[in-house]
């Protein structure tokens, strides 16, 4: 009679499953990606790659950067000049519009960017986003997932995973920027990158974000499940990063970022010293120019944003997104 129980258990939590599976309107996991739609040479064009990167053994750092920013103007004055100190190999790609457009679009040429760098170094890369490009970089490891195998670590700082209800209370009719509509707690775009699985199995997923971030909110939207979430609070209760720095000069994400990238495995908190929270800027940042890197990196976003062609409503999903194709 036990034995019978548990046979009718199982049947039925095996059927609730494939219930489920059947009746999610989005494609399934595995299914290979679409064939890009932006031109190859567009693509090729938008990526940029250390000599270093070329053949190397070590874990090759691919960086996507946020809204309204290239990748230069995000990461020469902070991330590249640390990792050139250290030698340590990284590209970059940068986005269609300085991703104030179609986030669909975006992934694409992270999509191609990842394939790129794997292709040119000799072992699986990192993949770190900043803000939109933590969540650019998911939906392109979601649709396309011959990509997946080529990733060992995926760091998002301050990634938009789950939407902002800013957006929701900024645009609630729509008429805003696409990537803003797409980027709505109640978007079908959040929705979509979220859907049957957040995280995948052979990546060390690690998000980062603060309790100051003024952008994602409410707190918590960035977490993701099978990922390492960290608080940058819960590791220096005194740090004051906010949506902007923790993705371009402070000291203790970098540290973890660098421990997840540099080991097997997402970033462990615990492998750090204690005098990791005693230093504000990160290695790369020049402390007699920083104020005016983040101003420029902040005004420059807003002008890009403000100068985005207005949507009327959030982009539709491709047809590759939904299960039917």
């Given at each position: 009679?036990?034995?019978?129980?548990?046979?009718?258990?199982?049947?039925?939590?095996?059927?609730?499953?494939?219930?489920?599976?059947?009746?999610?309107?989005?494609?399934?996991?595995?299914?290979?990606?679409?064939?890009?739609?932006?031109?190859?040479?567009?693509?090729?064009?938008?990526?940029?790659?250390?000599?270093?990167?070329?053949?190397?053994?070590?874990?090759?750092?691919?960086?996507?950067?946020?809204?309204?920013?290239?990748?230069?103007?995000?990461?020469?004055?902070?991330?590249?000049r640390a990792l050139d100190?250290?030698?340590?190999?990284?590209?970059?790609?940068?986005?269609?519009?300085?991703?104030?457009?179609?986030?669909?679009?975006?992934?694409?040429?992270?999509?191609?960017?990842?394939?790129?760098?794997?292709?040119?170094?000799?072992?699986?890369?990192?993949?770190?986003g900043h803000s939109q490009?933590?969540?650019?970089?998911?939906?392109?490891?979601?649709?396309?997932?011959?990509?997946?195998?080529?990733?060992?670590?995926?760091?998002?700082?301050?990634?938009?995973?789950?939407?902002?209800?800013?957006?929701?209370?900024?645009?609630?009719?729509?008429?805003?920027?696409?990537?803003?509509?797409?980027?709505?707690?109640?978007?079908?775009?959040?929705?979509?990158?979220?859907?049957?699985?957040?995280?995948?199995?052979?990546?060390?997923?690690?998000?980062?974000?603060?309790?100051?971030?003024?952008?994602?909110?409410?707190?918590?939207?960035?977490?993701?499940?099978?990922?390492?979430?960290?608080?940058?609070?819960?590791?220096?209760?005194?740090?004051?990063?906010?949506?902007?720095?923790?993705?371009?000069?402070?000291?203790?994400?970098?540290?973890?970022?660098?421990?997840?990238?540099?080991?097997?495995?997402?970033?462990?908190?615990?492998?750090?010293?204690?005098?990791?929270?005693?230093?504000?800027?990160?290695?790369?940042?020049?402390?007699?120019?920083?104020?005016?890197?983040?101003?420029?990196?902040?005004?420059?976003?807003?002008?890009?944003?403000?100068?985005?062609?207005?949507?009327?409503?959030?982009?539709?999903?491709?047809?590759?997104?939904?299960?039917?194709?």
């Amino acid at each position: 009679m036990r034995l019978l129980l548990v046979l009718v258990t199982a049947l039925l939590a095996l059927s609730t499953s494939v219930a489920s599976a059947s009746t999610d309107p989005y494609a399934p996991v595995n299914r290979p990606g679409p064939r890009l739609s932006v031109p190859i040479a567009q693509l090729e064009a938008a990526v940029k790659c250390t000599p270093s990167a070329y053949g190397s053994r070590r874990e090759v750092a691919l960086f996507v950067p946020g809204t309204g920013v290239e990748p230069d103007e995000a990461f020469s004055w902070n991330w590249f000049r640390a990792l050139d100190a250290i030698g340590h190999p990284y590209c970059s790609v940068a986005l269609p519009a300085s991703s104030v457009g179609d986030v669909q679009v975006s992934a694409e040429y992270v999509v191609h960017a990842i394939r790129h760098t794997r292709a040119i170094s000799r072992g699986k890369i990192a993949v770190i986003g900043h803000s939109q490009g933590g969540v650019s970089s998911r939906f392109a490891l979601r649709f396309w997932p011959d990509t997946r195998a080529m990733v060992a670590d995926h760091v998002g700082l301050a990634a938009v995973n789950h939407g902002s209800d800013q957006n929701d209370a900024l645009y609630p009719n729509g008429n805003g920027p696409a990537f803003a509509l797409q980027l709505k707690r109640s978007a079908k775009f959040v929705e979509a990158v979220n859907s049957r699985q957040e995280t995948f199995p052979g990546i060390a997923y690690t998000s980062l974000s603060t309790v100051h971030d003024q952008f994602v909110t409410p707190a918590g939207t960035t977490d993701l499940r099978g990922a390492t979430n960290i608080s940058l609070q819960d590791v220096c209760p005194e740090n004051k990063s906010d949506h902007i720095t923790i993705g371009t000069s402070d000291n203790l994400a970098f540290a973890l970022t660098m421990n997840a990238i540099t080991r097997r495995g997402p970033a462990t908190p615990a492998d750090l010293p204690a005098s990791v929270c005693g230093q504000d800027l990160m290695p790369g940042a020049d402390p007699t120019t920083v104020t005016a890197d983040l101003t420029a990196f902040l005004e420059t976003a807003m002008d890009r944003i403000a100068a985005a062609p207005v949507s009327v409503a959030e982009p539709a999903l491709k047809p590759h997104v939904f299960a039917r194709g």
